[in-house]
């Protein structure tokens, strides 16, 4: 893609020169440009599906954080309610 996009530097630094000034010329130059900024696009549009996967990835493992956080939280309330109702009946015998 380099080479192309040189190719193109030096065909519209000749256009500027106006060496090549036939209409044909104009027309291959602005197909030219059209080119160039389509690629450019389907660049951004291929580039956007591997941002989405990053962002996606980011948010899975802070998911799998906070539903480890929730197991201890849960694991520890159950086991401190636990503890008050051994402790409730101890003291109630």
């Known amino acids: 893609m380099k080479v192309l996009s040189m190719c193109i530097s030096i065909l519209q630094s000749i256009l500027r020169k106006k060496i090549f000034q036939s209409p044909f010329m104009k027309v291959v130059n602005e197909a030219e440009m059209m080119s160039l900024n389509q690629q450019k696009r389907i660049e951004e549009l291929e580039a956007q599906p591997r941002e989405a996967e990053d962002i996606v990835r980011d948010l899975r493992a802070e998911l799998r954080e906070v539903q ?26």
């Open 68 to 93: 480890d956080e929730l197991e201890k939280l849960t694991k520890n309330s159950i086991q401190c309610s636990s503890e008050q109702k051994s402790g409730h009946d101890a003291i109630t015998f």
